[in-house]
């Protein structure tokens, strides 16, 4: 069966002309046991189309995708550009129209790949009296250059800001009293501490935590620089991992028009307590000063003296978007409330001249995730073919998005420049690396609980056997780190649809020790590639149950809202005005 597949599917690519010309794709044959419905639209017609998913047409297109034809997908190599345009041609053999640009399904994007060139970049602590702090890259910081140019040249104070958070809904503001313009922030990574829910989080992370919004928010204040010192707990993972992402080509967004500084850096814990000390500041007081209110930042009698170069490449890279759009007649004048399916096709490449194996084939991350919404995008399509000529009550969109291994970068694109406006999209439903191992019992669907959608949510699970659980580690911050957070930034209800770690016929523990074995030795490793033993029935439950899901949010004469108070809330009502 998933021979026969991947033969079909792989034909289907080879024998359409690019679907950026406008040919058309004649298709592939149906399954032996599809059947055409005709049957009036209602639960049971729904519950028919779902049943017909099929775990080896998931399984076929996560073989070519993974495949080292591909050779890792990376972003604006050649790779990616061929599974841009494979999942382009299943989203026109499924009948979905596009919605990229100029009437393709590319939606293209122009990104800036920077590396810091570490024989030419040097950071130094120069004292207002004592002796410069030469430190070495890689082993002692980190640093890339947000502002897209070659060289950055920094002699500037640094201030202590603690964390670094402006926080109005908890009372809290690093930066105030201080003036930050023109000069360099050290912060500390993650968020003040708290055992309070309602206190950024208690002990889950806050997006003011996340790296990512320290960097933003230095900018923000018109700060040239960043230093975030590193803390293995407070991280929730070791140098190792800052180093190996940090000194590698990071990619921009060529066009965002947001502040950026000229340095975002990192450095070890240690190197901060030998700044500290030549500030004579004690570290570990200020260290406990920053996370108590009433802190104020200090200016610090230091100043950064750096030299940055690095190596430019812009290259284009497109997100890939299809829709079933909403029949006139259902519509009636009223707006569209589409239900919107994203996962991220891109990894990481390959790493040329390596021997043995040298491509980051990413079988699980993510070819599993596209398999799945290609697989969707079919069901809806068998679905809408069965209506009545009204067609959907509202839009079904799909997006595959690249970079998001670049710090979600193709769904931020998507959520700044949506097919339909943000204020349309009802709710964003992400799959993102989910195993191929069994048949799950139970699944995370972290942030769902902070919709108005939650309660359907629960209910749909209870009737899919599908236990919900909590996120395993919320400390991690794991809802700031997938594609779905790019949505939930512009308004957009947003959630991944994740396994837990009991299943059908094994024990917790079985399940526990199969997502240890990927995380320690296969995610992000050249060893994350396809394996014939794998068992997609688990898959298509979850594509069945994100099915069953979207079939409520576009029937349901309800919006859905963000919780009242929740950090979205205000993007939300901000994109549902005129």
């Known amino acids: 069966m998933q021979n026969r597949w991947f033969q079909k599917f792989l034909l289907s690519y080879l024998g359409c002309v690019l679907v950026s010309s406008g040919a058309i794709c004649t298709g592939l044959a149906q399954d032996d046991g599809a059947q055409s419905s005709a049957k ?74 920077m590396k ?53 809904e908890f009372n809290w503001d690093d930066y105030a009293g201080a003036d930050v313009k023109g000069k360099v922030i050290v912060c500390i990574v993650g968020d003040p501490p708290s055992d309070d829910p309602k206190f950024f989080g208690g002990k889950a992370l806050t997006y ?92 610090m009698p230091v100043r950064l003296k750096a030299h940055v170069v690095s190596t430019i490449r812009p290259f284009q890279s497109p997100n890939v978007v299809g829709m079933f759009r909403a029949g006139e007649k259902s519509l009636n004048g009223q707006k569209d409330r589409a239900i919107l399916y994203t996962a991220h096709y891109d990894h990481l490449g390959f790493v040329p001249g390596k021997e043995g194996d040298n491509i980051y084939n990413g079988a699980a991350d993510n070819a599993t995730g596209v398999g799945m919404i290609l697989e969707l995008a079919r069901a809806w399509g068998e679905l809408k073919n069965s209506l009545s000529a009204a067609g959907l009550p509202h839009s079904v969109i799909f997006s595959a998005v690249t970079a998001e291994e670049q710090g979600l970068l193709g769904s931020e694109y998507l959520g700044q420049n949506p097919p339909i406006p943000v204020g349309q999209i009802a709710l964003d439903i992400n799959y993102d690396m989910v195993l191929p191992i069994g048949t799950p019992l139970e699944t995370n669907v972290n942030g769902a609980q902070r919709t108005s959608f939650y309660p359907e949510v629960e209910k749909t699970a209870k009737a899919f056997q599908l236990a919900i659980v909590a996120d395993p580690r919320p400390e991690a911050g794991s809802y700031y780190r997938s594609d779905h957070f790019s949505l939930s930034r512009v308004g957009i209800p947003a959630f991944s649809v994740e396994e837990g770690t009991l299943y059908d016929g094994r024990d917790r523990a079985w399940g526990v020790a199969k997502f240890q074995d990927f995380e320690d030795h296969d995610y992000h490793n050249f060893s994350d590639n396809y394996r014939p033993e794998w068992d997609f029935a688990g898959n298509a439950k979850l594509i069945r149950f994100g099915m069953d899901l979207g079939w409520q949010v576009i029937t349901s004469s309800k919006p859905i809202t963000w919780n009242k108070g929740d950090e979205f809330e205000a993007a939300r009502l901000a994109s549902e005005k005129p």
């Open 40 to 113: 009036s639209v209602k639960s049971f017609q729904v519950g028919s189309v779902e049943a017909n998913v099929d775990p080896e047409r998931i399984r076929a297109h996560v073989q070519f995708l993974s495949d080292d034809l591909l050779e890792g997908r990376y972003p604006g190599l050649r790779g990616g550009e061929l599974a841009a345009k494979y999942i382009a041609t299943q989203f026109a053999v499924d009948g979905l129209k596009p919605a990229g640009d100029n009437g393709t399904y590319f939606q293209n994007i122009n990104f800036v790949g």
């Open 116 to 168: 810091a060139r570490d024989d030419e970049t040097s950071f130094s602590f120069v004292p207002a009296s004592g002796i410069p702090i030469a430190l070495k890259y890689a082993d002692d910081y980190v640093v890339f250059n947000p502002s897209l140019t070659s060289t950055a040249d920094i002699d500037a104070p640094l201030v202590f800001v603690g964390y670094g958070a402006s926080a109005p």
């Open 208 to 299: 003011y935590g996340r790296w990512t919004y320290k960097f933003e928010q230095a900018a923000r204040m018109g700060a040239v620089g960043a230093l975030i010192i590193h803390k293995s707990d407070l991280a929730s993972y070791g140098w190792d991992v800052v180093k190996n992402s940090n000194t590698s080509e990071k990619t921009f967004l060529r066009d965002d028009k947001n502040p950026h500084l000229q340095a975002a850096s990192w450095i070890q814990l240690d190197i901060a307590k030998k700044l500290f000390a030549a500030a004579g500041l004690d570290f570990d007081q200020q260290f406990v000063a920053a996370g108590k209110r009433g802190f104020k930042a200090v200016e």
